[in-house]
């Protein structure tokens, strides 16, 4: 089991910034593949970003590129994603997973936190 917990999110205003952090415990996080995922009210759970166990490689959803950056540190445990130019359509309750490798779809990852809110205004 891996437990992931979320924080860092908040209300912002158009254009700010937020970074957001998921702290991993149980089975050694350097094993397993990284992904934020967000779903906004009345939508489906959509992907983000995603980051390999070793952080050498980064996958992002077209709506993200350029603004959003996905990151972790092995030695605290925690995958990060900092998130500038943020738009109301960035208003969504954000999840990290855990899962055996990169994937953009839910079914691809083993383990979730429980999410945090992110609210834009405009």
């Known amino acids: 089991q891996v437990q992931l917990v979320e924080s860092g999110g908040g209300l912002v205003q158009t254009g700010g910034s937020l970074r957001l952090s998921c702290a991993a415990s149980g089975r050694t996080f350097s094993n397993y593949a990284m992904g934020w995922f967000r779903q906004a009210p009345g939508k489906e759970r959509e992907f983000v970003a995603a980051?390999?166990?070793?952080?050498?490689?980064?996958y992002y959803a077209d709506s993200v590129k350029g603004r959003f950056t996905i990151s972790r540190d092995s030695a605290k445990n925690t995958v990060y994603l900092q998130m500038n130019s943020l738009k109301p359509d960035d208003t969504a309750v954000y999840y990290c997973?855990?899962?055996?490798?990169?994937?953009?779809?839910?079914?691809?990852?083993?383990?979730w936190g429980q999410g945090t809110q992110v609210t834009v205004s405009s």
């Open positions: 980051i390999s166990w070793s952080g050498g490689s980064t």
């Open positions: 997973a855990a899962g055996p490798h990169t994937g953009d779809m839910t079914n691809e990852y083993d383990f």
